[in-house]
């Protein structure tokens, strides 16, 4: 089985601030492996408030793809929570190497509680956990060092982009990677703010040029809720040809049964 839960889908720091969506990033499951990747404000109360709830003890391991706090602000306590306060050395955890140094959001304590630290890399990997393979992406252009993961279990390949600018070379990247599953975060709608992250236009353009089985997006602004992602994703289905699926806190989507549905 292999399972993506969102635990929050928001994104940027009013829809944050305001939890109008909630942040807890995504818990996945690739068989009996467990990983819990950019666990931002509420990532501990949410997945112990999800029906069954989520166990960080069984946590194979906790992922960064960067630092900004809507992505790891609850790193440290989820440390404590997959290693019973410390008490229980175990775990591995992954997260570009100014999230460790520098002006650190893994504090040194913690960091001391997990088994192994992994320091990712541009275009780097295999980082494996139990039977997953890691790779990331190339360097994504943000404010912190910042790369996509590619995950790849059984047979199948799962990539998540998080946040950037849009660059010429991006879309290539992930589309070598072949990614059945494509998870997008999508910030703003359309607007002319010089940020770095990627405009719905600009996400519908490199699902195009990816062209997985199945696109996800998530981490919206408040643009993007205005607009209604469910909507969104639909008229983007249509035009592509293509599963896609706009992300709401708690969804739980079964990879496996998605990707296989649309080769009957």
């Not at 993961?149 to 998540?160: D, E, K, M, Q, T």
């Not at 879309?171 to 405009?199: F, G, K, Q």
Request: proline share 5%; charged share 25%; net charge negative.
């Amino acid at each position: 089985m292999i399972e993506i839960l969102f635990l929050g889908t928001g994104g940027a720091r009013f829809v944050v601030a305001r939890q109008l969506r909630a942040s807890g990033g995504m818990w996945m499951r690739f068989g009996r492996t467990q990983m819990h990747v950019d666990p931002g404000p509420g990532a501990l109360v949410r997945a112990l408030g999800v029906v069954p709830p989520c166990n960080p003890r069984e946590l194979d391991a906790l992922i960064l793809s960067h630092k900004h706090l809507d992505h790891s602000n609850d790193i440290n306590v989820m440390i404590e929570a997959m290693t019973s306060g410390g008490f229980h050395r175990r775990g591995a955890l992954l997260a570009p190497g100014d999230a460790l140094e520098g002006e650190p959001v893994v504090l040194p304590y913690a960091r001391r509680f997990v088994e192994r630290v992994e320091v990712l890399e541009e275009r780097a990997g295999p980082y494996r956990i139990n039977d997953v393979e890691i790779r990331t992406s190339i360097a994504h252009v943000h404010a912190v060092e910042t790369y996509g993961l590619h995950f790849s279990y059984g047979g199948i390949r799962v990539a998540y982009l998080p946040c950037g600018r849009y660059f010429e070379g991006l879309a290539e990247d992930y589309r070598a990677h072949a990614p059945d599953l494509l998870v997008v975060n999508v910030l703003r709608y359309r607007d002319s703010i010089d940020a770095d992250h990627l405009t719905f236009d600009q996400a519908c353009g490199i699902i195009a040029s990816v062209r997985p089985k199945v696109a996800v997006l998530q981490h919206f602004g408040t643009k993007m809720l205005e607009r209604d992602p469910a909507r969104l994703a639909r008229e983007l289905e249509k035009e592509l040809g293509l599963r896609v699926i706009a992300a709401y806190d708690g969804l739980r989507i079964d990879v496996e049964t998605e990707v296989a549905a649309l080769a009957l």
